[in-house]
C-alpha cells in the first residue's frame, strides 16, 4: 500500500511525528550532535544554503514552500550581511581581482582602462 508518506512501519501504516522526532534526538545524541529539532534542522539548512549562495528559488523547492516570497519572508534576515559580499563579487568579476574579492582596494573613481588621459581641453 502506498500511501505517500515517507516514513512507514513496514505494514504502511503512519509513523507518528513525535516517534520520529525522539528516534531523531536519540541518533543525534548517539553521534555526539548538539541537539537541535527536526525544524531547528530546516532552518539551518536554509540558512546555510542561502549563505553559500544557492539560489532563493532552489531553497524555497527543497523546503516545499508554495512561493519564493515565503522563504524571503521568513529568512530574509540571513541575506543583509550578504549584501557586502555579493557587491563585491560582483565588481570583482567586471573589474578584474585577484581571485579574493572581498580584499579589493581599487577606489571606485579609477580609471578602468590604463589608457594615458588625453591632456585636458584635448577631445577624443
Do not use: C
Not at 500500500?1 to 548517539?30: C, E, K, Y
Not at 536554509?46 to 519572508?73: F, N, Q, Y
Not at 521568513?74 to 574579492?101: C, F, K, Q, R, W
Amino acid at each position: 500500500m502506498d500511501s505517500g508518506l515517507l516514513f512507514t512501519w513496514p505494514d504502511g501504516r503512519p509513523i507518528h511525528p513525535a516517534r520520529f522526532s525522539h528516534w531523531f534526538q536519540q541518533n543525534a545524541v548517539a553521534a555526539g550532535l548538539p541537539r537541535i529539532t527536526l525544524h531547528g534542522l530546516r532552518h539551518s539548512y536554509a540558512t546555510a544554503a542561502l549563505k553559500a549562495g544557492v539560489p532563493v528559488k532552489v531553497i524555497s523547492e527543497r523546503l516545499g514552500h508554495a512561493t519564493v516570497a515565503i522563504t524571503l519572508d521568513i529568512y530574509s534576515h540571513v541575506i543583509p550581511g550578504m549584501d557586502e559580499l555579493a557587491a563585491h563579487t560582483v565588481a570583482g568579476l567586471i573589474l578584474g581581482g585577484d581571485g579574493d574579492n572581498r580584499t579589493m582596494h581599487r577606489p571606485i573613481d579609477n580609471p578602468l582602462t590604463t589608457e594615458p588621459s588625453a591632456p585636458r581641453g584635448e577631445g577624443r
